[in-house]
C-alpha cells in the first residue's frame, strides 16, 4: 500500500519478522503489549521502521526531521498496514 509521508511515496508492505523482532527488542515490550501503554515515540519507532523496509535510506532522524504531529493519521494507517492489524 502507498503512503506519501512529507513529500515522499513509500510502498509499505506487510513487516517481515526481522521487523517485527526489531520493534519488539526497540520499544521493550511485544507487540501484543503495545495496545496497552502506546506513546508517541513508540508510534515514530514503527513508523521509521516500516519506512525502512521500504527505503533503506529512511531512518527514524529522518522522520522525526520531516515529519510532525500533523502526520498521526498517515502513521496510523502506516502502522495498522504494516503490521497487518485489521480494524
Do not use: Y
Amino acid at each position: 500500500m502507498k503512503f506519501t509521508i512529507a513529500d515522499k511515496e513509500f510502498e509499505i508492505q506487510p513487516a517481515k519478522t526481522r521487523s517485527v523482532i526489531a520493534i519488539e527488542a526497540k520499544l521493550g515490550k511485544s507487540i501484543a503489549k503495545m495496545q496497552e501503554d502506546f506513546s508517541f515515540t513508540d508510534i515514530v519507532e514503527i513508523v521509521a521502521i516500516a519506512l525502512n523496509q521500504a527505503d533503506p535510506e529512511v531512518n527514524r532522524d529522518w522522520v522525526e526531521e520531516n515529519t510532525g504531529v500533523k502526520d498521526i493519521e498517515i502513521f496510523n494507517g502506516v502502522i495498522t498496514h504494516f503490521l497487518a492489524q485489521t480494524k
